[in-house]
T-cell receptor, first 114, second 114 residues
Framework: KNQVEQSPQSLIILEGKNCTLQ??????????LRWYKQDTGRGPVSLTIMTFSENTKSNGRYTATLDADTKQSSLHITASQLSDSASYIC?????????????WGLGTSLAVNP | DVKVTQSSRYLVKRTGEKVFLECVQD?????MFWYRQDPGLGLRLIYF???????EKGDIPEGYSVSREKKERFSLILESASTNQTSMYLCASRPGQGLIGELFFGEGSRLTVL
């Protein structure tokens, strides 16, 4: 069964600290993996996309990694800011034939405290 | 800036009422989507459309219908609202073919059915 699991479910860190969010998937065949940020009460916004051949990609203080062999991705946030408080959702596209679709994780809720 | 606009941020309806949720995008995207988002269940696809007057069922279409009469507008209809349809509803659009492209989301419509 195609699944996407994220950990931890929630996380609290102090402003200025780094953190890493995890996304494990069992989607096959794999097409790409995208990370979204969702502020409370808003729609998700894309942070980055990882394709099969990419290992690391940065978007400002956000760095995503992908290990296609172990089917794991991580999102590392450097020098966190209060505005990083949000839910971070991993979504994998893949599957074969009529089962090609987006499979969404449940998200990690991040709180950055002053 | 790309823009997906949902007509209502907050709605309160009574059981059995007919509910219309409207979504308009200004990016000339071919594909439009309706999701619902519930705690612990993540984003679940209700319906999507890849062209005017075309519609496809997502993972949870029961109790919903959609209409796409113009390229920029995608409406979600609850023919007879029930309490289990209380949720956050998110509209999204995406350009082109396949599953690569980024989804652009609206701000969401929080529906409460009493």
């Amino acid at each position: 069964k195609n699944q996407v699991e994220q950990s931890p479910q929630s996380l609290i860190i102090l402003e200025g600290k780094n953190c890493t969010l995890q996304c494990n998937y069992t989607v096959s065949p794999f097409s790409n993996l995208r990370w979204y940020k969702q502020d409370t009460g808003r729609g998700p916004v894309s942070l980055t996309i990882m394709t099969f051949s990419e290992n690391t990609k940065s978007n400002g203080r956000y760095t995503a990694t992908l290990d296609a062999d172990t089917k794991q991705s991580s999102l590392h946030i450097t020098a966190s800011q209060l505005s990083d408080s949000a839910s971070y959702i991993c979504v994998v596209s893949g599957g074969a034939g009529n089962n090609r679709k987006l499979i969404w994780g449940l998200g990690t809720s991040l709180a950055v405290n002053p | 800036d790309v823009k997906v606009t949902q007509s209502s941020r907050y709605l309160v309806k009574r059981t059995g009422e007919k509910v219309f949720l409207e979504c308009v995008q200004d990016m000339d995207h071919e594909n439009m989507f309706w999701y619902r988002q519930d705690p612990g269940l993540g984003l679940r696809l209700i319906y999507f459309s890849y062209d005017v007057k075309m519609k496809e069922k997502g993972d949870i279409p029961e109790g919903y219908s959609v209409s796409r009469e113009k390229k920029e507008r995608f409406s979600l209809i609850l023919e007879s609202a029930s309490t289990n349809q209380t949720s956050m509803y998110l509209c999204a659009s995406r350009p082109g073919q396949g599953l690569i492209g980024e989804l652009f989301f609206g701000e969401g419509s929080r529906l409460t059915v009493l």
